[in-house]
């Protein structure tokens, strides 16, 4: 049987991922963040590194054995994964904006036009949210920036990922509600880890005690 | 190219299988019916179409209006299709039911996800045994079925866990946050479901006994009561008596999608195809459509099982070869010595086969009605050549 192969998300999640396997004792010394080696063998555990949001396509597909990916991802893929361990890094939240300035008058469109517009980069959380809270919008999805749109007339509000909301502020938004919170999570494939849960084990436990002691 | 008839691959998910696939499908589905009519299980056709009351496959079913108006849905699923038909047409007949079937089950996929929207299983149903020799016949039925088509059958392959000892991992908590938890740990979240089961007052020693279970090394937890799950393995490999073979893994954390079973679950995996076969206990669902039965059974998804034994390195046994006979000017000899060939129990074809299925052929041509010529000069008469090529 092959290494168990590992996904790891390029970007923000990446030196905190790395931080928290080298604390467990996983050698992950032939990973170097913005290297151009995107495969690196060696050792019992073989390492993928791939877009945050192809993590979960990865681990789903089971071209990956486990993963560390945020829970943001998972909301948005609907990828069908097994979530074992909540890593604490990477917080950030889903949250509703609309311009600080016009959320009344937004308010009074909605009940004038029956219907708003919403930017956002993540259409799957934002059509579930809405459709929960029964409220009738139009998603508008757009690759990037969506905390633009309202400036520029392209959606009402938007629905939006956030750490610290600087970039809401910065642009003259305001959260009007938080939809869902999300960490970093270590995930797995769902025949895999029924298969090699012995090999998976030992990783999840040694994690899992990391991630509640900091 | 003339495109005017429209695409030529067929629709997102569904693909067309060819005749050596088909073919090597075909020594996989017969091995799989001899095997279960073995263990006096009888084969039945369900519908293609359901109505869309029952949803099984929560929101992931082909489905549309019927010219009546009604809600009818490709089957997702033909565990609930025998339920109904077994509820319905059964229902006076109270005794033991098997009940086996090998046909395609539709699942909406979402777009470019490269998901298969149409699945093959081959499975059986036992309607109205309860008890742990049913469960253990059914385990062992799936092994033997995947051991007769050639897969090897080793200790993690088959997976076993149980709902109701599952279940019984949060029994301190309330009706309703036991339900929930359940309910992310069918959605594979079983950190949120740990942690959603913590924050609803779960002791510190029955949490971790839960921890154990489902993120601990599998079958070391005989704590969290996986005793019920080993009795049933070790009965059901008395289907082998004597033999030291030590397939079947206790696992607690083993929860699958399909929402309707009741007790003893398990899967069958391959390291390169995934889960191969999955099935378990059901004892309510019959009862959504009328009495209430005891029932067990598992599906095998045969693409799936195809793929394994690919990687396993899988011949299907070999047909024997065709024989092309090329004509002599003489027509009414060659459709008799044809003829001849093959009431001698040979496999012929008059000219030439282009699409051969990986099937090995001789090439022979016409003398008369009883004499052929084979290409390496040798004259052969029919009966003969028959007894020599014959199975």
Same mark, same amino acid.
């Given at each position: 049987m092959r290494p168990l192969r590992f996904a790891l998300a390029q970007g923000l999640l990446l030196?905190?991922?790395?931080?928290?396997?080298? +604390?467990? /004792?996983?050698?992950?010394?032939?990973?170097?963040?913005?290297?151009?080696?995107? #495969? #690196? +063998?060696?050792?019992?555990? %073989?390492?993928?590194?791939?877009?945050?949001?192809?993590?979960?396509?990865? #681990?789903?597909? /089971?071209?990956?054995?486990? /993963?560390?990916?945020?829970?943001?991802?998972?909301? =948005?893929?609907?990828?069908?994964?097994? =979530?074992?361990?909540?890593?604490?890094? /990477?917080?950030?939240?889903?949250?509703?904006? +609309?311009?600080?300035? +016009?959320? %009344?008058?937004?308010?009074? =469109?909605?009940?004038?036009?029956?219907?708003? =517009?919403?930017?956002?980069k993540y259409p799957n959380v934002a059509e579930r949210h809405f459709r929960a809270r029964d409220i009738a919008v139009e998603i508008v999805k757009v690759s990037g920036s969506a905390e633009v749109a309202p400036l520029v007339g392209l959606a009402d509000w938007i629905v939006d990922l956030v750490a610290t909301g600087s970039t809401l502020r910065a642009n003259g938004l305001a959260v009007i509600e938080e939809i869902?919170?999300?960490t970093a999570r270590l995930v797995a494939n769902p025949a895999s880890y029924h298969l090699r849960r012995r090999e998976m084990a030992p990783l999840v436990e040694r994690l899992a005690t990391w991630a509640a002691a900091r | 190219m003339n495109r005017?008839?429209?695409?030529?691959?067929?629709?997102?998910?569904?693909?067309d299988i060819l005749p050596t696939e088909a073919r090597e499908l075909g020594v996989i589905e017969q091995t799989l019916a001899e095997t279960f009519a073995a263990s006096g299980f009888t084969p039945l056709h369900p519908p293609l179409l359901e109505y869309g009351t029952v949803d099984p496959a929560k929101g992931r079913r082909i489905q549309f209006l019927d010219s009546d108006g009604s809600l009818v849905a490709l089957r997702p699923d033909l565990t609930t299709s025998v339920a109904r038909l077994v509820a319905g047409r059964y229902r006076d007949m109270t005794g033991v039911l098997r009940l086996s079937y090998l046909a395609p089950v539709f699942r909406e996929e979402p777009a470019l996800s490269g998901g298969s929207r149409e699945v093959l299983q081959a499975g059986v149903e036992l309607v109205g045994g309860g008890g742990s020799l049913a469960d253990a016949e059914i385990l062992a039925l799936l092994v033997e079925s995947l051991e007769r088509c050639g897969l090897p059958v080793c200790e993690s392959t088959v997976q076993v866990g149980d709902i109701r000892l599952l279940t019984g991992l949060f029994a301190t908590l309330p009706d309703d946050a036991r339900g929930e938890v359940i309910r992310e740990l069918r959605q594979g979240d079983i950190a949120g479901g740990l942690r959603r089961a913590g924050a609803a007052g779960m002791p510190a020693d029955k949490l971790r006994r839960a921890t154990a279970a489902l993120t601990g090394v599998a079958g070391g937890v005989d704590g969290a009561g996986v005793g019920e799950i080993c009795r049933v393995i070790e009965l059901a490999r008395d289907r082998w008596p004597g033999s030291a073979k030590g397939w079947g893994a206790p696992n607690l954390a083993l929860l699958p999608a399909l929402p309707y079973y009741t007790g003893i679950v398990f899967e069958a995996i391959h390291p390169d195809a995934g889960v191969v076969a999955s099935g378990g206990r059901y004892d309510l669902l019959i009862g959504a459509f009328g009495e209430p039965r005891p029932?067990?059974?598992?599906?095998?998804?045969?693409?799936? &099982?195809?793929?394994?034994?690919?990687?396993?390195?899988?011949?299907?046994?070999?047909?024997?070869? &065709?024989?092309? &006979?090329?004509?002599?000017?003489d027509e009414r000899a060659?459709?008799?010595?044809?003829?001849?060939?093959?009431?001698?129990? &040979?496999?012929?074809?008059?000219?030439?086969?282009?699409?051969?299925?990986?099937r090995a052929v001789i090439r022979a041509e016409v003398i008369d009605e009883r004499l052929v010529k084979l290409d390496d000069g040798r004259v052969a008469e029919a009966a003969a050549l028959a007894r020599e090529m014959g199975p």
């Open positions: 030196s905190d991922a790395l931080a928290a396997l080298r +604390a467990i /004792g996983v050698d992950v010394s032939g990973i170097t963040p913005g290297g151009r080696r995107l #495969v #690196v +063998a060696g050792g019992e555990i %073989e390492f993928v590194l791939a877009r945050p949001s192809d993590i979960a396509t990865y #681990v789903e597909r /089971g071209a990956a054995d486990l /993963g560390i990916v945020g829970k943001d991802v998972l909301l =948005e893929t609907g990828a069908k994964v097994i =979530e074992l361990a909540e890593l604490g890094f /990477g917080a950030c939240r889903f949250v509703v904006a +609309a311009p600080r300035e +016009a959320v %009344e008058r937004s308010l009074d =469109e909605y009940r004038h036009l029956g219907t708003l =517009e919403v930017a956002t869902a919170s999300s | 005017e008839s429209g695409p030529i691959a067929p629709p997102r998910g569904f693909r029932a067990i059974g598992f599906a095998i998804d045969v693409l799936q &099982l195809h793929r394994a034994l690919f990687a396993e390195s899988w011949q299907p046994r070999s047909q024997r070869p &065709l024989l092309l &006979l090329r004509a002599s000017v060659t459709m008799r010595c044809a003829a001849s060939l093959r009431a001698g129990g &040979l496999a012929v074809a008059m000219g030439d086969v282009a699409e051969r299925a990986g």
